[in-house]
């Protein structure tokens, strides 16, 4: 871990200019919600000096994210080179459980970490400084821009932005909490690696003319407006609970958006965003008033989208043609679950088998093997290895037997203009599954809670599907609750909208499951996967019927050992769930192995005893056994002495993974 002033060192590596601190004072009574007070600032390039300013007097210590020339200024004009993107995350935007699953699926680490006592900091620094100019500037802030957008910071990605500096307590709180460095151990960026980040502006207009006084009196029609206007009202005062955006960026755009709706000029509503309590108010630049006002007062051209809407381009076939078309039966490339043409999402957290499950059905394609006691049809596969190691690829093809069969790997990062190759790469591969291992690093979206952004995402690939009837397999990342109905995938609801199956793995103690969630065919069970020895994956049975049969030999053995039992007593004795219990009680008495007795009445509950057997109540007991022992038929593939029932396919029931 890096110390505060080799962080200054690292923010100066490779620069001529300045690093700007500066102390300022939390006020909780200025513009009714707090802000900060500026106490004084300092220009260096002296680390010792940096680390003293920084260290000693009172206050907060912020420091300017991009370096300055000497003029003593901040301004956007004054920025002399740009040594980093960066987001600032608020947790009271973003939880800290949001923002971490976002991190943990991030296409880059960032190269710095900082907690801010209330959110985190990320810097993704440059390898060599990048001079300022208005063409580097205006990128740099549509990549801030991105970054925002994904991460659901306060959207301000301004270059002259700065951020609170570690080693500090921060005073907005009353509890001691600090800025602390989190992590440095990223790797740095050029900023080509960044620009898919970028987000190109909607606005095609000029900029708003806010005038040169912004810090004029609040017209007189605003004030009326104020007092009568219940919603202008509630954006002043920052009691607008609905808006999506919380910060103060963000109710200076929904003011902003009120005034262009009752045609103010934009020098007036500038003079008015000054003002304004719950926004920036005295901390907003003349730029960030004249980019949000341009946005709310400049309307769209409608002229070519009305010269459009004169006709149509859907194409339109009659109920009766739809009767009389020839069914076709639908197709499949894992049996029940994968259709031909179609996509599907593969969802489990981290380390849980993702890719342990996209690489076996790879090989079972691409062999027309069964997988997991289904069918597959053989065809070419493609496998896009986005994050695995080609070392670790080769250990699975050995242990797989692989040789010549149609299987063929991308290594690495995806091409940037990866959602236009797919169709092309399909094409000349005639691949039969497409595996894109992960969904995060082939896309790049902004923004995975973004409905729209992901549904646009997945559109292209979806098409490229079905015209060329391949299956598109995505695997992705599932959220840390474990919900159910696929709200355990991260992100929007866009992603299971946009697939016709989604799969998902869950870790169950020592073992794993999957179940399906599908648009054609019938959602699969969940159902119990075993690893073997060979990499190889095996289907268990479903979970209850796995829990079931774990359950008969704890159960005959509690009664043995203590004679007739309730049900709640065996519950109580075996530590499985009532419903478990039952169907186990109820399996042992078809077999005969025990007996119910009692009216199942109130004062005459049921109770469970164990038959007596013939010669021995040992159940190995060669002569008499009813139950069947695996530990000796089947020494090969049962590492525990579970003589009770196997389930159909013969196994034991134990899964480890």
């Given at each position: 871990m890096i110390?505060?002033?080799?962080?200054?060192?690292?923010?100066?590596?490779?620069?001529?200019?300045?690093?700007?601190?500066?102390?300022?004072?939390?006020n909780?009574?200025?513009?009714d919600k707090?802000?900060?007070?500026?106490l004084?600032?300092?220009?260096?390039?002296?680390?010792?000096?940096?680390?003293?300013?920084?260290?000693?007097?009172?206050?907060?210590?912020?420091?300017g994210?991009?370096?300055?020339?000497?003029?003593?200024?901040?301004?956007?004009?004054?920025?002399?080179?740009?040594?980093?993107?960066?987001v600032?995350?608020?947790?009271?935007?973003?939880?800290?459980?949001?923002?971490?699953?976002?991190?943990?699926?991030?296409?880059?680490?960032?190269?710095v970490?900082?907690?801010?006592?209330?959110?985190?900091?990320?810097?993704?620094?440059?390898?060599t400084?990048?001079?300022?100019?208005?063409?580097t500037?205006?990128?740099?802030?549509?990549?801030n821009k991105?970054?925002?957008?994904?991460?659901?910071?306060?959207?301000?990605?301004?270059?002259?932005?700065?951020?609170?500096?570690?080693?500090?307590?921060?005073?907005?709180y009353n509890?001691n909490?600090?800025?602390?460095?989190?992590?440095t151990?990223?790797?740095?960026?050029?900023?080509?690696?960044?620009?898919?980040?970028a987000?190109?502006?909607?606005?095609?207009?000029?900029k708003?003319?806010?005038?040169?006084?912004?810090?004029?009196?609040?017209?007189?029609?605003?004030?009326?407006?104020?007092?009568?206007?219940?919603?202008?009202?509630?954006?002043?005062?920052?009691?607008?609970?609905?808006?999506?955006?919380?910060?103060r960026?963000?109710?200076?755009?929904?003011?902003?958006?009120?005034?262009a709706?009752?045609?103010?000029?934009?020098?007036?509503?500038?003079?008015?965003?000054?003002?304004?309590?719950?926004?920036?108010?005295?901390?907003?630049?003349?730029?960030?008033?004249r980019?949000t006002?341009?946005?709310?007062?400049?309307?769209?051209?409608?002229?070519?989208?009305?010269?459009?809407?004169?006709?149509?381009?859907?194409?339109?076939?009659?109920?009766?043609?739809?009767?009389?078309?020839?069914d076709?039966?639908q197709?499949?490339?894992?049996?029940?679950?994968?259709?031909?043409?179609?996509?599907?999402?593969?969802?489990?957290?981290?380390?849980?088998?993702?890719?342990?499950?996209?690489?076996?059905?790879?090989?079972?394609?691409?062999?027309?093997?069964?997988?997991?006691?289904r069918?597959?049809?053989?065809?070419?596969?493609?496998?896009?290895?986005?994050?695995?190691?080609?070392?670790?690829?080769?250990?699975?093809?050995?242990?797989?037997?692989?040789?010549?069969?149609?299987?063929?790997?991308?290594?690495?990062?995806?091409?940037?203009?990866?959602?236009?190759e797919?169709?092309?790469?399909?094409?000349?591969?005639?691949?039969?599954?497409?595996?894109?291992?992960?969904?995060?690093?082939?896309?790049?979206?902004?923004?995975?809670?973004?409905?729209?952004?992901?549904?646009?995402?997945?559109?292209?690939?979806?098409?490229?599907?079905?015209?060329?009837?391949c299956?598109?397999?995505?695997?992705?990342?599932?959220g840390?609750?474990?919900?159910?109905?696929?709200?355990?995938?991260?992100?929007s609801?866009?992603?299971?909208?946009?697939?016709?199956?989604?799969?998902?793995?869950?870790?169950?103690?020592?073992?794993?499951?999957?179940?399906?969630?599908?648009?054609?065919?019938?959602?699969?069970?969940?159902?119990?996967?075993?690893?073997?020895?060979?990499?190889?994956l095996?289907?268990?049975?479903?979970r209850?019927?796995?829990e079931?049969d774990?359950?008969?030999?704890?159960?005959?053995?509690?009664?043995?050992?203590?004679?007739?039992?309730?049900?709640?007593?065996?519950?109580?004795?075996?530590?499985?769930?009532?419903?478990?219990?039952?169907?186990?009680?109820?399996?042992?008495a078809?077999?005969?192995?025990?007996?119910k007795?009692?009216?199942?009445?109130?004062?005459?509950?049921?109770?469970?005893?164990?038959?007596?057997?013939?010669?021995?109540?040992?159940?190995?007991?060669?002569?008499?056994?009813?139950?069947?022992?695996?530990?000796?038929?089947?020494?090969?593939s049962?590492?525990?002495?579970?003589?009770?029932?196997s389930?159909?396919?013969?196994?034991?029931?134990?899964?480890f993974?």
């Open positions: 110390t505060r002033a080799e962080f200054f060192e690292e923010l100066l590596r490779g620069t001529t200019g300045q690093l700007e601190l500066r102390r300022m004072k939390w909780p009574r200025k513009h707090g802000a900060y007070d500026m004084e600032r300092w220009f260096s390039r002296d680390i010792a000096e940096l680390e003293a300013f920084a260290s000693n007097g009172g206050g907060d210590i912020f420091h994210v991009n370096i300055r020339d000497d003029s003593g200024e901040a301004r956007k004009k004054n920025i002399r080179e740009i040594v980093c993107a960066e600032d995350i608020d947790f009271k935007t973003t939880t800290q459980e949001q923002a971490d699953e976002l991190l943990a699926i991030s296409i880059f680490e960032p190269t970490f900082i907690g801010s006592g209330n959110g985190y900091h990320a810097y993704w620094l440059f390898d400084p990048i001079p300022a100019t208005e063409e500037i205006n990128l740099i802030e549509a990549i991105g970054l925002a957008q994904q991460f659901g910071d306060d959207y301000t990605h301004d270059v002259t932005r700065i951020l609170r500096t570690p080693g500090r307590k921060n005073s907005k509890d909490r600090r800025c602390e460095i989190l992590r151990d990223g790797p740095r960026y050029s900023i080509d690696d960044l620009e898919p980040f987000v190109v502006s909607n606005s095609t207009g000029p708003a003319d806010i005038g040169d006084d912004c810090e004029g009196e609040l017209p007189k029609r605003f004030e009326k407006l104020l007092a009568k206007h219940r919603l202008i009202g509630k954006t002043w005062r920052g009691e607008r609970p609905e808006l999506k955006d919380q910060s960026s963000g109710y200076d755009m929904a003011m902003a958006d009120l005034l709706a009752h045609k103010f000029i934009p020098a007036a509503a500038a003079a008015i965003l000054r003002r304004m309590p719950s926004g920036k108010g005295a901390d907003a630049s003349d730029s960030y008033l980019h006002i341009s946005k709310a007062f400049t309307a769209p051209e409608s002229g070519e989208s009305e010269e459009l809407a004169k006709e149509h381009h859907f194409t339109l076939i009659s109920a009766h043609d739809v009767l009389a078309a020839e076709v039966e197709s499949w490339t894992w049996d029940g679950i994968l259709p031909d043409g179609g996509m599907s999402l593969l969802v489990a957290k981290p380390k849980v088998g993702k890719t342990t499950l996209a690489f076996n059905l790879a090989v079972a394609v691409s062999r027309g093997a069964d997988f997991l006691n069918k597959t049809e053989q065809g070419p596969v493609v496998y896009l290895a986005l994050e695995e190691k080609k070392g670790e690829i080769k250990k699975k093809l050995t242990a797989a037997g692989i040789t010549n069969e149609p299987l063929r790997f991308h290594f690495g990062s995806a091409p940037l203009n990866a959602m236009a797919v169709e092309p790469l399909l094409v000349e591969t005639k691949a039969k599954l497409l595996v894109i291992d992960v969904l995060q690093k082939f896309c790049r979206l902004r923004d995975l809670n973004d409905y729209a952004i992901v549904t646009n995402a997945l559109e292209p690939l979806m098409a490229a599907a079905r015209k060329q009837g299956h598109i397999l995505l695997t992705h990342h599932a840390k609750a474990d919900r159910a109905d696929g709200d355990d995938i991260l992100g609801t866009g992603l299971l909208g946009g697939v016709d199956t989604s799969i998902h793995i869950k870790k169950r103690d020592k073992r794993r499951t999957f179940f399906t969630i599908q648009r054609y065919g019938d959602d699969t069970e969940e159902t119990v996967i075993e690893l073997n020895e060979d990499g190889s095996e289907a268990k049975g479903t209850q019927d796995v079931v774990e359950t008969l030999r704890p159960l005959l053995d509690a009664l043995k050992n203590t004679g007739p039992m309730t049900l709640t007593e065996l519950h109580e004795a075996v530590e499985k769930s009532r419903n478990v219990v039952l169907k186990a009680s109820n399996l042992l078809e077999k005969h192995l025990i007996e007795s009692g009216s199942g009445k109130k004062n005459d509950p049921y109770k469970y005893s164990v038959l007596l057997y013939s010669d021995t109540n040992e159940y190995t007991n060669t002569e008499s056994k009813i139950i069947p022992n695996p530990a000796e038929s089947k020494k090969e049962c590492t525990d002495d579970f003589d009770v029932f389930l159909t396919d013969g196994s034991s029931g134990e899964a993974w």
